[in-house]
Nanobody
Framework: QVHLVDAGGSLVQAGDSLRLSCVAS????????YGWFRQSPGKDREFVAG???????DYADSVKGRFTISSDNAKNTVYLEMNSLRPEDTAVYYC???????????????????WGQGTQVIVSS
């Protein structure tokens, strides 16, 4: 079973950049597809970005062109590079992993079986 630890959240200004990291341990890193989700108060958890090892990447429309998901296999780490941050990006960000279900990137949170603890991102205007 993979265990995920998120980190990198911070208080930043609008327009700033931030990189989140998700370290995976206890499982075979490349056996899972990964995603980043976020949740702000009073809202449902929403998909942000994801990838699978076949080379498919997917991004929510709200972050496309500003956020990039990537991985470092040597460090068993998934990253979310966030540029041109906006106040509406404020949320708790969660890394997630799945190794079952339909192929490809899933935008459905319930299809992910493993979650990080979350890291808070606050973007001030």
């Amino acid at each position: 079973q993979v265990h995920l630890v998120d980190a990198g959240g911070s208080l930043v200004q609008a327009g700033d950049s931030l990189r989140l990291s998700c370290v995976a341990s206890g499982g075979t890193f490349t056996s899972y597809g990964y995603g980043w989700f976020r949740q702000s108060p009073g809202k449902d958890r929403e998909f942000v970005a994801g990838f699978v090892w076949s080379g498919v990447y997917d991004y929510a429309d709200s972050v496309k062109g500003r956020f990039t998901i990537s991985s470092d296999n040597a460090k068993n780490t998934v990253y979310l590079e966030m540029n041109s941050l906006r106040p509406e990006d404020t949320a708790v960000y969660y890394c997630a992993a799945r190794n079952s279900g339909p192929p490809g990137v899933s935008r459905r949170s319930w299809e992910y079986s493993h979650w990080g603890q979350g890291t808070q991102v606050i973007v001030s205007s």
